[in-house]
């Protein structure tokens, strides 16, 4: 698992099939010990990096650990074969663990200043934290080795 982060973040993914998104699933895998969501939603791609948040976030009480799926996350429209990013925060400064995915076996955003640098994500680390923008300003993005976490889409 990954511990929470106030700064919001981003990963990309590519859309299997068209389907139009019926549901958000995430593991907390260690609860909050007080008031904190999970936020995550699903952006749109602009030139290889998110850009406009579609639909609505999808919240997630984080003083509760398990899966569990959020179905009021407004009309989303995936086309196969397009990218699209997920961003997550949280919406207080309240550690909780989400569980993550892939580890040190996702690709890299590259080419990075060294070998040993590991980019997962994109973030914006300042000006924006507990809150997932409606559109990203592609200058505000930074890479950083944070894991991704473990996101479904039903439809």
């Keep these: 698992g990954q511990g929470s982060r106030d700064e919001p973040m981003w990963y990309p993914f590519l859309a299997p099939e ?8 995430v593991n907390i895998s260690a609860a909050a010990a007080s008031a904190c969501n999970g936020v995550v939603a699903i952006y749109s ?4 990096v998110p850009y406009q948040k ?6 997630f009480d984080a003083e509760s650990a398990g899966q569990v799926e959020q179905t009021s996350v407004g009309s989303i429209d ?14 207080a400064a309240v550690s ?5 995915t892939g580890g040190a076996n996702l690709p890299w955003f590259g080419p990075t200043e060294n070998l040993s640098s ?8 300042s000006g924006s934290n ?11 993005l930074a890479p950083r080795g944070y894991y991704r976490i ?5 439809q």
């Excluded at 579609?54 to 919240?59: E, P, T, V």
Aim: glycine share 10%; proline share 3%.
């Design 18 to 25: 068209s389907s139009t998104v019926a549901g958000i699933v």
């Design 45 to 48: 791609d602009n030139n290889g």
């Design 54 to 59: 579609l639909g609505s976030d999808a919240i």
């Design 78 to 91: 995936l086309v196969r074969g397009d990218q699209y990013w997920i961003g997550f925060t949280r919406s």
């Design 96 to 100: 909780f663990t989400w569980m993550t």
């Design 118 to 125: 590991a980019w997962y994500i994109l973030w914006i680390p």
């Design 130 to 140: 507990n809150t997932l923008p409606a559109t990203v300003t592609a200058t505000d």
């Design 150 to 154: 473990s996101v479904g889409i039903n």
